[in-house]
């Protein structure tokens, strides 16, 4: 069975794996190569037990401050956009305790799949991908948004979640990193079993493994439409010509809203815009920190890949925007220079900005949707988890078409390779 995945990010590159080891043929297509949007340069952090979601009821009480701060961490710029002002009332609709739990509890879930699928990667091949598994601290600034942190942390343990509230002084004994920023830290959220790696080096390493299995990649290449018969999608459309395929998966991360309008169909898809710098560790003990590190006030993340400390954060609503402003990579130089002084070498920050695929709730868009071909499947919607998620998405697509895959497997039609 010929199975073609639109999209070389982290979640369509995951599902090519998954699909590919259980024997589908596959081609991969992408407007540009593995892992060079989104996933190019993300906070890094594989966040399996902590998953508190954007859409939650205590924005309420931020709301203002996040909205029209100059140094705020969210940010919107209003569009004529009918579906930017649906997404954010449908997000803010969602901002209440009981659609945060249910969040919570299916994230939790698709989170301990990625993390097997993951892992199970990392035990067959060997990865270049910087992977640690040192654990996470997420801190907070006052005793009002810890309390909120524990009580998120209670939920969590109370579905599987290993973690433990500790204070300024145990931050410090676990990452002595944090010695110099101990006396701005009310308390904080331990989860030991968190891990990292660079998302891009694992996109290239997947690559690189299904090239040698005999996946097709079509890179440079635009699609620009899906044609069907039936009911069904035949071929995907691209400037390189029809690619023919029995089953069609659409990762296409922010492009998704867009790919399925052309379709007749609405996903509640919209980019969150996001930044982040990666810079060197300088040389001597304990100037960058090991163990991820998450600053729940500025709602930034400090990651160590390697030899390199990336910084990332911010979410903001302003469309298919880029563009990286100087205020915002300074913000996060700030924020890195604040919370680990040692680390201030900005002349080498390599700055990034990427758009996160979002919905409403933070809840992925997985499966098929009404109206669209029967065959077409969706794996999208991760936001900032994409990299969290992508595994157990990929699991998820591998059990929907291996529910439906023909007895005797189709024969692809010709495509040139282009890797």
Not at 162 to 170: F, G, I, P
Not at 330 to 343: D, G, I, M, S, Y
Not at 406 to 413: E, I
Request: charged letters at 15%; glycine letters at 10%.
């Amino acid at each position: 069975m010929h199975v073609c995945i639109l999209g070389a990010g982290i979640a369509g590159l995951a599902t090519a794996w998954q699909l590919r080891r259980a024997g589908f043929d596959v081609t991969v297509i992408d407007r540009a190569g593995a892992g060079t949007g989104a996933s190019g340069a993300n906070g890094a952090q594989l966040s399996y037990a902590y998953v508190q979601p954007l859409a939650d009821p205590a924005l309420w009480a931020q709301l203002p401050k996040l909205l029209f701060s100059k140094t705020s961490p969210l940010h919107l710029r209003l569009q004529l956009d009918p579906h930017q002002w649906a997404w954010g009332l449908q997000f803010l609709a969602a901002c209440r305790s009981s659609v945060s739990r249910e969040t919570t509890v299916q994230l939790l879930g698709l989170a301990a799949r990625s993390r097997a699928g993951f892992e199970r990667l990392l035990d067959e091949e060997r990865l270049d991908c910087d992977f640690s598994g040192t654990g996470k601290l997420v801190l907070y600034g006052d005793g009002r948004s810890f309390a909120a942190g524990r009580r998120q942390m209670a939920l969590q343990r109370g579905l599987g979640s290993v973690q433990h509230a500790v204070t300024a002084s145990e931050c410090v004994a676990i990452e002595p990193a944090l010695a110099h920023h101990a006396p701005n830290i009310a308390g904080a959220i331990h989860t030991p079993g968190e891990c990292a790696a660079d998302c891009f080096k694992v996109c290239q390493e997947l690559q690189r493994l299904l090239g040698a299995a005999g996946a097709r990649f079509l890179f440079n290449t635009e699609v620009t439409r899906l044609e069907q018969r039936s009911g069904r999608a035949v071929a995907v459309h691209t400037c390189a010509g029809p690619v023919p395929a029995d089953a069609f998966v659409a990762a296409l991360g922010s492009e998704s809203y867009r790919f399925g309008r052309a379709l007749g169909l609405h996903l509640p898809v919209y980019p969150l815009k996001g930044y982040s710098i990666t810079v060197p560790v300088p040389s001597g003990t304990g100037a960058a920190p090991r163990v991820n590190v998450t600053d729940a006030a500025r709602k930034m993340v400090f990651a160590r890949v390697g030899s390199r400390l990336r910084v990332a954060g911010m979410a903001e609503l302003v469309g298919h925007d880029t563009a990286i402003p100087s205020d915002r990579i300074n913000a996060l130089v700030q924020a890195t220079r604040e919370v680990f002084p040692q680390c201030t070498d900005s002349s080498a920050c390599a700055p990034w900005a990427g758009l996160r695929p979002a919905t409403p709730t933070g809840r992925p868009i997985l499966g098929r949707q009404p109206g669209a071909p029967a065959n077409l499947l969706f794996n999208t919607g991760h936001g900032a988890l994409g990299f969290t998620l992508a595994f157990g998405s990929a699991a998820h697509m591998l059990e929907l078409l291996q529910a439906t895959r023909p007895l005797k497997l189709s024969v692809a039609g010709p495509v040139s390779c282009s890797a």
